[in-house]
């Protein structure tokens, strides 16, 4: 299993863990067994994106004879798609299996958020139609929840300054929303856990590029996107 997080020691607020989604369904197509998606980076909209690993191109299973899966949201289509390699571990013109309409984020929507519609010209109906609790096990780092408009108003009321950030980082108006906050790299992995918001925050430690801050109150989850420079 690969690890996507790192430690940083001299920092208390920091630790070691990893995201995973867990799927079992599509038996016709795919053998009756669990397969474990890692979080394998974020992209652009601040969504992350899992992959059964490792991907060597030869996980052998059912129909499709290879089960190496992705779940990730495409920006162009809107949507949460699940593809499936197409047998040489690269995700170059893979199978795209089912898909979600539903803009949850920064992880995929659960089996009750949204429907998960099974592409039928690929499958040629054999997934028994969409997926459901009834004939898919979907756990782990998904969600059943959308942001609602009360969060779209909250994440225009909460900003990081100076965005930008070269030393350290401050939120404004998180006050009784914002109860901790995440930090990702663009590729996935966590280099600050924090719930101390009332002062500077330091990320003077972090190469300069982009990165997603994961901001969560108690009914809410924001992304916003901060540039270290």
């Given at each position: 299993m690969n690890k996507k997080h790192i430690v940083l020691p001299f920092l208390l607020l920091s630790y070691l863990g990893f995201s995973q989604i867990t799927f079992n369904g599509c038996h016709p197509l795919f053998e009756d067994q669990d397969y474990t998606f890692?979080?394998?980076?974020?992209?652009?909209?601040?969504?992350?994106i899992f992959e059964t690993t490792p991907i060597i191109g030869d996980n052998s299973c059912g129909a499709l004879g290879s089960c190496e899966f992705r779940l990730s949201w495409n920006d162009s289509n809107n949507r949460w798609e699940f593809i499936a390699d197409s047998g040489n571990g690269d995700f170059v013109d893979p199978y795209l299996m089912f898909t979600n309409t539903s803009a949850s984020t920064p992880n995929p929507p659960s089996l009750t958020l949204g429907t998960w519609v099974e592409n039928i010209i690929i499958s040629e109906g054999g997934c028994d139609g969409n997926l459901t609790t009834s004939n898919t096990v979907l756990t782990g780092d998904v969600?059943?929840?959308?942001?609602?408009?009360?969060?779209?108003?909250?994440?225009?009321?909460?900003q990081l300054a100076p965005n930008p950030?070269?030393?350290?980082?401050s939120i404004i108006g998180?006050?009784?929303?914002?109860?901790?906050?995440?930090?990702?790299?663009?590729?996935?992995?966590?280099?600050?856990?924090?719930?101390?918001?009332?002062?500077?925050?330091?990320?003077?430690?972090?190469?300069?590029?982009?990165?997603?801050?994961?901001?969560?109150?108690?009914?809410?989850?924001?992304?916003?996107?901060?540039?270290?420079?």
């Open positions: 890692n979080n394998v980076g974020t992209d652009e909209t601040g969504r992350h969600q059943d929840t959308v942001l609602s408009i009360i969060d779209n108003q909250l994440s225009n009321e909460i950030a070269h030393t350290h980082l998180w006050k009784d929303k914002i109860q901790h906050l995440k930090i990702y790299d663009v590729n996935g992995k966590l280099v600050l856990r924090t719930s101390e918001l009332s002062g500077q925050i330091d990320v003077s430690y972090l190469p300069n590029g982009m990165y997603f801050v994961n901001l969560f109150g108690p009914d809410t989850t924001l992304i916003k996107k901060l540039i270290k420079q």
